[in-house]
T-cell receptor, first 113, second 112 residues
Framework: GDSVTQMEGPVTLSEEAFLTINCTYT??????LFWYVQYPGEGLQLLLK?????DKGSNKGFEATYRKETTSFHLEKGSVQVSDSAVYFC????????????FGQGTELSVKP | EAGVTQSPTHLIKTRGQQVTLRCSPI?????VYWYQQALGLGLQFLLW???????NRGNFPPRFSGRQFPNYSSELNVNALELEDSALYLC???FGQGDGYTFGSGTRLTVV
């Protein structure tokens, strides 16, 4: 069945460092792909999305490109801030999944000043 | 525009009791989804409601149930609470499947 695999955390970076969080997926159809962020004590917020191959989603300095050939949707940011400390979830939506989003296990990011 | 609202934000229940959690979707969204986020277990899909009907259900026992009202708000009911039901319960809404969800802030349930 469909699945999402993320790199394990926690990831610890210094402020202004470059961030990559790897995400790969397995899907039988043509899924839409998403990144969500969860700040401590809060629900999930949609960070960015891409609905077809080669689409690039971007928001708040974060970017991810839908790569069908490598079944990947890696999250990147050129210069992280302390306020980016959160848990990041990669997810997919596929027509054959009965409406549900399939989430990766989440990657905790900690940015130190 | 108001986001997805959930109530209550926190509650503590005793094992064996019953609990009802509530969710109001974004105006215009007809689909409501419920997820459980237990410590160390990630996000587990519970239920999907659309247009008042249950469309899909995750791998949870029947004591987890819910419904969606004509105004598209939703309730999640959990009967015979067990300690492992302690979790953050997240509600989300969407207009269409490919749009992604908008999540509420969740209800933190503690079973003692």
């Amino acid at each position: 069945g469909d699945s999402v695999t993320q790199m394990e955390g926690p990831v610890t970076l210094s402020e202004e460092a470059f961030l990559t969080i790897n995400c790969t997926y397995t899907a039988t159809g043509y899924p839409s792909l998403f990144w969500y962020v969860q700040y401590p004590g809060e629900g999930l917020q949609l960070l960015l999305k891409a609905t077809k191959a080669d689409d690039k989603g971007s928001n708040k300095g974060f970017e991810a490109t839908y790569r069908k050939e490598t079944t990947s949707f890696h999250l990147e940011k050129g210069s992280v801030q302390v306020s980016d400390s959160a848990v990041y979830f990669c997810a997919l939506s596929d027509y054959n999944q009965g409406g549900k989003l399939i989430f990766g296990q989440g990657t905790e990011l900690s940015v130190k000043p | 525009e108001a986001g997805v609202t959930q109530s209550p934000t926190h509650l503590i229940k005793t094992r064996g009791q019953q609990v009802t959690l509530r969710c109001s979707p974004i105006s215009g969204h007809t689909s409501v989804y419920w997820y459980q986020q237990a410590l160390g277990l990630g996000l587990q899909f519970l239920l999907w409601y659309d247009e008042g009907e249950e469309r899909n259900r995750g791998n949870f026992p029947p004591r987890f149930s819910g419904r969606q009202f004509p105004n598209y708000s939703s309730e999640l009911n959990v009967n015979a609470l067990e300690l492992e039901d302690s979790a953050l319960y997240l509600c989300a809404s969407s207009f269409g499947q490919g749009d992604g969800y908008t999540f509420g802030s969740g209800t933190r349930l503690t079973v003692v």
